[in-house]
T-cell receptor, first 114, second 117 residues
Framework: KNQVEQSPQSLIILEGKNCTLQ??????????LRWYKQDTGRGPVSLTI?????NTKSNGRYTATLDADTKQSSLHITASQLSDSASYIC?????????????FGKGTKLSVKP | GAVVSQHPSWVICKSGTSVKIECRSL??????MFWYRQFPKQSLMLMAT?????????EQGVEKDKFLINHASLTLSTLTVTSAHPEDSSFYIC?????????????FGAGTRLSVL
């Protein structure tokens, strides 16, 4: 069964600290993996998109890693800011033939406190 | 700037009424748009794929007669929740992709929060 599991479910950190969010998937065939940031009451916004051959990709203070062998990805946030408080969603594209399905994780809710 | 415009952002209605949600692609023509529903603390769930000029493709368990989708132009798709009931209260999000799903980022609208009294 194609699944995307994220951990932790929620996380509270102090402003300025770093944190790492985890994403494990069992999706086949795998096409790419995306991380989205979703503010409360808003639609998701793309942070990174990684294909099979990419191990790491950065977007400002966000760095995503991908290990296609172990089917794990992480999102590292450096020097957190209050505005980083949001849900972070890992999404894997299951792409076979001409059809594609996005498999969504439930997200990690991050709260950055002053 | 925003790639996808969704309207309204919040709607409250009485049980039994119909509600229309609009999704506009601002930067490019979108032959395909997606409609998602998200319940509190849950992940996004795909409801249907909206195809310009043809019938929408609904996911299993989604009632096509209740959730009417019209994709009449390359920049506009609408979702109408007919005879809404309290259990239809949710966060509805549309999205578009620029080109093929395998290579391109999926852009999401800001979402519409529907509250049915």
């Amino acid at each position: 069964k194609n699944q995307v599991e994220q951990s932790p479910q929620s996380l509270i950190i102090l402003e300025g600290k770093n944190c790492t969010l985890q994403c494990n998937y069992t999706v086949s065939p795998f096409s790419n993996l995306r991380w989205y940031k979703q503010d409360t009451g808003r639609g998701p916004v793309s942070l990174t998109i990684m294909t099979f051959s990419e191990n790491t990709k950065s977007n400002g203070r966000y760095t995503a890693t991908l290990d296609a062998d172990t089917k794990q990805s992480s999102l590292h946030i450096t020097a957190s800011q209050l505005s980083d408080s949001a849900s972070y969603i890992c999404v894997v594209l299951n792409y076979g033939g001409s059809q594609g399905n996005l498999i969504f994780g439930k997200g990690t809710k991050l709260s950055v406190k002053p | 700037g925003a790639v996808v415009s969704q309207h309204p952002s919040w709607v409250i209605c009485k049980s039994g009424t119909s509600v229309k949600i609009e999704c506009r692609s601002l930067d490019f023509q979108a032959t395909t748009m997606f409609w998602y529903r998200q319940f509190p603390k849950q992940s996004l769930m795909l409801m249907a794929t909206s195809n310009e000029g043809s019938k929408a493709t609904y996911e299993q368990g989604v009632e096509k007669d209740k959730f009417l989708i019209n994709h009449a132009s390359l920049t506009l798709s609408t979702l109408t929740v007919t005879s809404a009931h309290p259990e239809d209260s949710s966060f509805y999000i549309c999205s578009v992709i620029d080109g093929g799903l395998a290579k391109n980022i999926q852009y999401f609208g800001a979402g519409t929060r529907l509250s049915v009294l």
